[in-house]
């Protein structure tokens, strides 16, 4: 794989946790087949996100400043990358797979026309990778073909990188982008507020299903535990799906994959795509009135009882212990 370089992606001009994910999984590729591991960031006014990653570790900050690159655009930022990927000599390009991560990795494949593996959750001597597949109920050997190669890694599949080590030499790298010539523009970004924390980087989750049976219910049962233990709020599909909740709060195969310290799964019946997105969490607790609920098979402590009965006693237990 020789040279390694990370896509550092960012909000509102400083590092996300998810960015150090991908740092890790650079360096861990990097040392694995034998080359340096650099960073890229893209935007305008970046510099204070560049000395951030100069200091997690890799050899080298590329950095892209350009009004073009002020918002997220597909286009603009696969172009700019790609490029840049070109110009460095690149062999690897990794990210995290966030939602930006995959919805920028493909078309800078594409621009490259390079080979690229999703979701990898490690790097193996001799330069193949590992990734789930069948919602992480196999675990596939893969490589790929030619370079470069881009891979997005899973996002819970590596610790995040430690900042505050010596800093890396930030080096300014120019490349030609025609916003004119670019067919997507940002026009709005409408960003969802709360004081709770981000559910992809939360050290608690509670999750609540379809046994909840209204929105009322999110706000006046769940809500009031979520708030108490200081967690993030998530949601299987069924409840998403049902217009409990808004899908950014769904956790699954086709949501936000979480692997927080501590995961309470609230009347979730434990369907294989649920599972596939939280399964990594450290410790699993579930509440269900169904024995043979799929959840239990996963989880380290469960509680056969009526959410609406169970939910509320715990809330006033752990108000208890505050």
């Known amino acids: 794989m020789g040279n390694v370089l990370v896509f550092a992606e960012h909000q509102h001009n400083k590092l996300i946790k998810p960015t150090l994910v991908g740092v890790t999984a650079g360096l861990e590729a990097a040392k694995k087949n034998g080359g340096d591991c650099f960073a890229v960031v893209l935007g305008s006014g970046v510099d204070a996100v560049a000395a951030e990653v100069a200091e997690c570790g890799v050899k080298k900050v590329f950095v892209v400043d350009d009004a073009a690159l002020a918002k997220y655009t597909a286009d603009a930022h696969a172009a700019a990358l790609a490029q840049v990927v070109k110009d460095k000599g690149i062999e690897t390009l990794v990210a995290t797979a966030t939602a930006v991560g995959k919805d920028l990795l493909p078309r800078v494949a594409a621009l490259l026309g390079a080979g690229m593996a999703g979701e990898v959750i490690g790097f193996n001597d001799g330069g193949t990778m590992s990734r789930p597949m069948y919602a992480g109920n196999a675990i596939a050997t893969v490589s790929i073909e030619g370079s470069p190669k881009v891979v997005s890694v899973r996002s819970t599949a590596f610790d995040p990188a430690a900042k505050g080590g010596a800093k890396a030499e930030v080096e300014k790298v120019t490349v030609g982008i025609d916003a004119s010539s670019k067919v997507t523009k940002s026009v709005d970004f409408s960003e969802t507020k709360s004081d709770r924390p981000v559910l992809t980087e939360a050290n608690i989750v509670v999750s609540g299903g379809r046994a909840l049976k209204s929105g009322e219910n999110f706000k006046t049962v769940l809500e009031p535990l979520v708030d108490v233990m200081g967690a993030a709020m998530g949601a299987s599909r069924a409840a998403v799906d049902a217009g409990f909740v808004p899908?950014?709060?769904?956790?699954?195969?086709?949501?936000?994959?979480?692997?927080?310290?501590?995961y309470i799964a609230v009347g979730i019946s434990g369907a294989i795509q649920h599972l596939a997105g939280m399964k990594d969490s450290k410790i699993i607790v579930a509440i269900n009135k169904d024995e043979e609920a799929p959840i239990f098979q996963v989880a380290d402590y469960g509680l056969v009882?009526?959410?609406?009965?169970?939910?509320?006693?715990?809330?006033?237990?752990?108000?208890?212990?505050?």
């Open 305 to 322: 009882a009526d959410l609406f009965k169970a939910v509320p006693e715990m809330t006033d237990e752990v108000k208890k212990l505050k």
């Open 247 to 262: 899908n950014d709060l769904q956790v699954g195969q086709t949501g936000k994959v979480v692997a927080p310290q501590l």
